[in-house]
Nanobody, 113 residues
Framework: VQLVESGGGLVQPGGSLRLSCVAS????????MSWYRQAPGKERELVAA????????NYADSVKGRFTISRDNAKNTVYLQMNSLKPEDTAVYYC???????WGQGTQVTVSS
C-alpha cells in the first residue's frame, strides 16, 4: 500500500492549487480517504474526507466552501482542489487511508505574496 502526493507549491493569496494522491496496492473507491495538513509548530489536522463508494464528504470549518475533495476511480487517485487560498493554509498536506493506517510523504503548500 502506497500513497504519493503531488501538486504543492508556492501560490499567492487568492490563488488555487490542486493536490493529487496516487494510490497503489489498493482501490481508492473501496475505502474512506482523507487529506490532513500540518503547519510548523502545530498538530496535524483533518482538512477533508470522502467515504467509500460515493458517500458523503466532510470538511474542516476553516476550508468549507474553498476546498473540494474528489476521487477519480479510473486513475486510482484522490484530489484536493484548493481555491481562494489564504496564508493560513500554508502547511504540508498529507493523504491518508485509515483502513491501512498509511500516510503519504506529504507535499508542501505555501501561500504568500
Amino acid at each position: 500500500v502506497q500513497l504519493v502526493e503531488s501538486g504543492g507549491g508556492l501560490v499567492q493569496p487568492g490563488g488555487s492549487l490542486r493536490l493529487s494522491c496516487v494510490a497503489s496496492g489498493f482501490t481508492v473507491s473501496n475505502y474512506a480517504m482523507s487529506w490532513y495538513r500540518q503547519a510548523p509548530g502545530k498538530e496535524r489536522e483533518l482538512v477533508a474526507a470522502i467515504t467509500s463508494a460515493g458517500g458523503p464528504t466532510n470538511y474542516a470549518d476553516s476550508v468549507k466552501g474553498r476546498f473540494t475533495i474528489s476521487r477519480d476511480n479510473a486513475k486510482n487517485t484522490v484530489y484536493l482542489q484548493m481555491n481562494s487560498l489564504k496564508p493560513e493554509d500554508t502547511a504540508v498536506y498529507y493523504c491518508y487511508v485509515r483502513y491501512f493506517y498509511r500516510w503519504g510523504q506529504g507535499t508542501q503548500v505555501t501561500v504568500s505574496s
